[in-house]
């Protein structure tokens, strides 16, 4: 589902903090403070990079974030590192990066609950998607197969 971000009254919710908002709701999710600052800036559909380190999204936070990349269309780096992300993040989020426009970076380092299995998803991602020019994937247990092929 794409998301319109467009300019908005300065009283009014941009468009992409109450489709977070929706989306935290209809998964039960508690909104993530550092999103929820950041979604609510109005230039929010121009900004390139993410940083969420260290915040523990989770699998259902990351979820979350899925449905609402289509609204950073401008997005070119994303750091997940140290999220409590598994194997069901990593399928989640390749879905959402295979149909986002810009996305090249992606950090994933220190989730030690993505696997062989997330490896596995991640370099079938990185091997039919040549505008992913940074994956990481440091202090994962992801085999070393796949770490030295992504």
Request: net charge negative.
């Amino acid at each position: 589902m794409q998301c319109q971000v467009q300019a908005t009254p300065q009283h009014a919710d941009p468009p992409i903090l109450l489709r977070y908002h929706a989306e935290c709701k209809h998964l039960g999710y508690k909104a993530n403070s550092t999103l929820v600052a950041l979604f609510s800036d109005p230039a929010v559909g121009c900004v390139e990079h993410i940083n969420l380190a260290d915040n523990y999204l989770g699998d259902v936070g990351c979820a979350v974030l899925c449905a609402v990349l289509p609204c950073l269309p401008c997005l070119r780096q994303l750091n997940l590192s140290g999220n409590g992300l598994s194997n069901d993040a990593v399928t989640s989020l390749v879905a959402a990066c295979n149909a986002h426009p810009q996305i090249s970076h992606l950090d994933l380092s220190t989730n030690i609950l993505i696997t062989r299995s997330g490896g596995q998803v991640l370099f079938d991602f990185i091997s039919r998607n040549p505008r992913v020019l940074d994956l990481r994937t440091d202090e994962t247990l992801i085999t070393d197969y796949y770490r030295t092929r992504i």
